[in-house]
């Protein structure tokens, strides 16, 4: 096994999956595809309106109920698998599973038009699903792969390969649509050539991937047990053992408390952008390639200070920092205030990101590094999006605007911080005995 560990080709092939599929996250869910489904939706339904299943929804309440359905879909099927990935060792299979699901969903998002408006909102989900369902199986591969000397450094290398990646094809995405009159296209038809791109992109360097990560394995087999029982028994026992311990759990409150703000306005920052502030791609995607560099630096910096402060007083901090930009984001009306309030998003995303992996990682007990584990953070993590996307799209439909529903988030952002003050105390009295 030792052998096996620290391999430069397969911690490059891992790297390089973050590379391929970063470029979902950047281009579809915020850079490019929130503008156009706005603008899809209003030739769809000039009434702003769109009918379904009996209700009259907001375009902006519709985007996060797409997103909300996504993630619910994914959460207890990824657990459920994840076990099943942990008795078998098939978390190559399903990677490579949801990553075809989302590359092709991604393609599809090419034919998304007010004649298909439907049919792309469902493909829509398919490329989240796809997006979310293969994160559990990518991180769970980092201990089977690297030592835990040279963890943190290789999963800041992966964050890395994602930006760079990602940013690479948002720019040539954002050169297509600039120039698309010399390019002899109509600037929808170059809009869609983005997804096209996205997909092809992701396709391609997750096969490099594929190509170099470790093969699947058979771990164990239990004859008298079926694969849903053995897998179930799993994620139950990765479950009892996470409750047992107080930090660990006292962590997972916070973590889905600040997560449930924090991933809502990531997801949602260029629908707002487009429908509240009117803002068009080409102005929104130069603003989105600032925050992906911004957070780079972000992360490198927040690192510095948690080893100054500690990892928990840093992500307490970064909490009040994101009241903050809620309340400017409520009150932010124009195109050089939202470029402000980008920059201080981009320094708090990649920071934030990278300190709740690596802070995890090191409150896990030595015995449940496996898939499950990593399930269960990417669990929380899910539910998290789920409950912020979704109360930010009732609140939106209530009140008829996204302002009121960003001010909302605040609230979670403070039961993390009154969490995170009764974790500093717990963990302060426990030692305090010792």
């Not at 769809?44 to 359905?69: D, H, I, N």
């Not at 699903?129 to 290789?154: C, F, H, T």
């Not at 009892?240 to 962590?251: G, S």
């Not at 896990?364 to 799209?393: D, H, Q, R």
Request: proline share 2%; net charge positive; hydrophobic share 50%.
């Amino acid at each position: 096994m030792e052998k096996s560990l620290n391999n430069k080709k397969t911690i490059q092939a891992w790297c390089m999956y973050d590379w391929a599929n970063s470029a979902y996250n950047l281009t579809i869910t915020t850079a490019i595809f929130p503008g156009y489904f706005e603008f899809v939706s209003n030739e769809a339904f000039p009434s702003q309106k769109v009918p379904l299943l009996g209700f009259e929804l907001e375009t902006g309440t519709l985007f996060s109920f797409l997103l909300s359905v996504s993630f619910l879909s994914i959460i207890f099927v990824n657990l459920l698998l994840a076990g099943i990935s942990d008795v078998y060792d098939t978390k190559k299979s399903f990677l490579k599973f949801f990553s075809t699901l989302g590359s092709i969903a991604c393609c599809l998002l090419y034919f998304f038009d007010k004649n298909h408006y439907y049919i792309g909102c469902f493909v829509f989900i398919m490329a989240t699903i796809g997006y979310a369902g293969s994160l559990a199986y990518y991180n769970s591969y980092l201990p089977q792969i690297v030592s835990p000397r040279l963890q943190d450094k290789v999963s800041a290398m992966g964050y890395s390969y994602g930006f760079v990646g990602s940013v690479i094809l948002l720019i040539t995405n954002l050169a297509i649509i600039i120039f698309h009159e010399k390019l002899g296209l109509e600037k929808t038809m170059s809009i869609k050539i983005s997804f096209l791109m996205v997909g092809i992109w992701w396709f391609i360097f997750a096969s490099y991937s594929f190509s170099k990560l470790p093969i699947d394995r058979l771990i164990k087999k239990d004859s008298n047990q079926n694969l849903l029982t053995l897998g179930l028994k799993d994620i139950l026992y990765t479950a009892k053992n996470l409750r047992a311990n107080k930090t660990v759990m006292l962590y997972i409150i916070s973590f889905f408390l600040y997560s449930a703000g924090i991933q809502t306005i990531m997801f949602l920052a260029g629908i707002f952008g487009s429908k509240e502030l009117k803002l068009k791609e080409e102005e929104l995607i130069p603003i989105i390639l600032i925050i992906q560099l911004i957070a780079v630096v972000g992360a490198m910096l927040l690192a510095k200070l948690s080893k100054k402060i500690g990892n928990i007083t840093t992500l307490t901090v970064c909490c009040v920092v994101w009241i903050g930009i809620c309340i400017g984001a409520y009150f932010t009306s124009n195109y050089k205030e939202f470029c402000i309030l980008a920059v201080i998003v981009g320094f708090m995303m990649g920071g934030v990101q990278s300190l709740s992996r690596s802070t995890f990682s090191k409150l896990l007990p030595a015995n449940l590094t496996n898939t499950s584990s990593f399930s269960f953070y990417e669990f929380i993590e899910k539910i998290s999006i789920v409950l912020g996307t979704m109360s930010f799209g009732i609140i939106n439909q209530i009140t008829g605007g996204m302002r009121q529903s960003i001010i909302a988030l605040i609230i979670y952002f403070l039961a993390s911080i009154i969490s995170f003050i009764i974790l500093i105390n717990f963990n302060r009295k426990a030692l305090s005995k010792k």
